[in-house]
């Protein structure tokens, strides 16, 4: 079973998540390249934060739970913990970092307030790091944090100077600003090492870095206020899962409005010309059963009565009945990437050649219709139409990605075709 944070716990606990009650919440995507430490990260913050009662105790088997995430040594899916400070309550979501499973980091990404970039210190920003930056930066991720690791292998502080010193500059390339992002070096392996100690663990020296990354979350800037009764509910589903309690259970955030028990939601985009309509049964947020769900919390809807329905995918859209339409058909306004960051001086948008779109939390292989601008000079704005292969809820200005086989080429938003 997938750890996440709008799924209700199997053993029916409410855990100690519930401290948190009446803490603002925010939800940050901890992102990075392969190996650079992001899932050890989650669990060492974890264990730390369980000495306080804050948290989980969480070992990093039980982030990946796959098999194939434990044979291969990466991440493949979503993963959530829920924690807490004495001024906030998070959800941090583990994104896979290795580029086979960008479409998970989207998604993850999609879900968060702020971002957490982690990266090694000894090998230091790669393409993952420039890829994760460049994405959460455009769909809207504009605090961050990071933090160097694997401190222990890397003594010298001259390297590790410059170590930041790149960071920081492909953040600011990113987007980022250089003077607003906060820095902390350590070792989440060494501090998980001192957790398991009988040694005092207040005073322990591999601590400290952690303690000071929490100070740095409790930094950023919270959620923005909504108004949910002005709002009709919008979410945007990023996993289908079964329960053995619940059924099937979608999992989104709520980018708006609010849901409640009864309420009578609709799918969007998914196959066939029958609605995918009914009336919200159970509801989970942060492992919880819960009568409302307020917008920017990540919850669990209940559909028992879409088991085994063939055209469920990440990607629709829950909302209010008849409240939203699909299409097939967008007009776009794309910014292919400089050299600096594309590392390209030319990219081909030629005519029905398949492109990656992603949007919201959907991954959908798009051509380009009209016009067509062939080869372009990268760094440069063009406008044109893209035909979708599904149709899927757009929006204008919602930000979406264009990709080819092996990375990024442009980044735009849809726009009115008036």
């Not at 899916?77 to 400070?85: G, K, Q, Y």
């Not at 994760?132 to 001259?158: K, N, Q, Y």
């Not at 003077?179 to 989440?188: C, D, I, Y």
């Not at 909504?226 to 979410?235: H, S």
């Amino acid at each position: 079973m997938p750890l996440r944070s709008g799924l209700p716990r199997e053993d029916g606990a409410r855990g100690p998540e519930l401290d948190a009650d009446g803490l603002p919440q925010l939800v940050v995507a901890v992102l990075g390249g392969v190996n650079h430490g992001k899932t050890q990260l989650v669990a060492s913050l974890c264990q730390l934060l369980a000495t306080r009662g804050w948290a989980e105790p969480l070992e990093p088997e039980a982030l990946d739970q796959q098999t194939c995430e434990r044979e291969r040594g990466l991440s493949v899916e979503l993963s959530h913990a829920v924690i807490r400070s004495a001024r906030r309550a998070y959800t941090l979501v583990d994104c896979p970092g290795h580029v086979e499973y960008l479409k998970n980091a989207v998604s993850g990404i999609a879900q968060a307030d702020a971002a957490l970039f982690v990266v090694d210190l000894e090998s230091g920003p790669d393409e993952g790091t420039r890829e994760h930056a460049l994405l959460a930066r455009h769909l809207g991720l504009e605090a961050a944090v990071v933090f160097l690791g694997h401190a222990e292998e890397v003594p010298d502080p001259e390297y590790r100077a410059l170590v930041e010193a790149d960071t920081r500059a492909l953040l600011e390339r990113c987007g980022y600003e250089d003077e607003r992002l906060q820095v902390v070096q350590g070792s989440a392996l060494q501090a998980a090492l001192a957790l398991d100690d009988d040694a005092e663990i207040t005073r322990a020296p591999e601590l400290r870095p952690l303690w000071r990354l929490v100070e740095a979350l409790d930094a950023l800037p919270g959620q923005p206020a909504r108004v949910e009764q002005q709002e009709p509910p919008l979410m945007a589903i990023s996993d289908f899962v079964g329960h053995p309690d619940a059924g099937l259970v979608a999992l989104g955030r709520l980018e708006r409005g609010a849901l409640m028990l009864e309420q009578e939601i609709e799918l969007f985009g998914g196959a066939g010309s029958s609605a995918l309509r009914h009336p919200i049964r159970r509801m989970w947020s942060r492992h919880r059963e819960v009568a409302r769900a307020r917008a920017g919390e990540l919850v669990g809807v209940a559909l028992p009565w879409l088991q085994g329905h063939r055209g469920l995918r990440r990607g629709l859209v829950l909302g209010a009945p008849d409240a939203l339409k699909t299409t097939t058909k967008i007009a776009a306004r794309l910014q292919t990437l400089p050299p600096e960051l594309g590392e390209r001086r030319y990219v081909g948008l030629h005519p029905r050649t398949n492109f990656h779109m992603f949007i919201r939390t959907s991954e959908v292989n798009v051509t380009i219709a009209r016009p067509a601008p062939g080869f372009v000079r990268t760094g440069t704005a063009h406008r044109c139409v893209l035909e979708l292969a599904r149709p899927l809820v757009v929006a204008p200005g919602w930000p979406l990605v264009l990709r080819d086989a092996t990375r990024t080429i442009a980044l735009g938003s849809p726009i009115d075709d008036a």
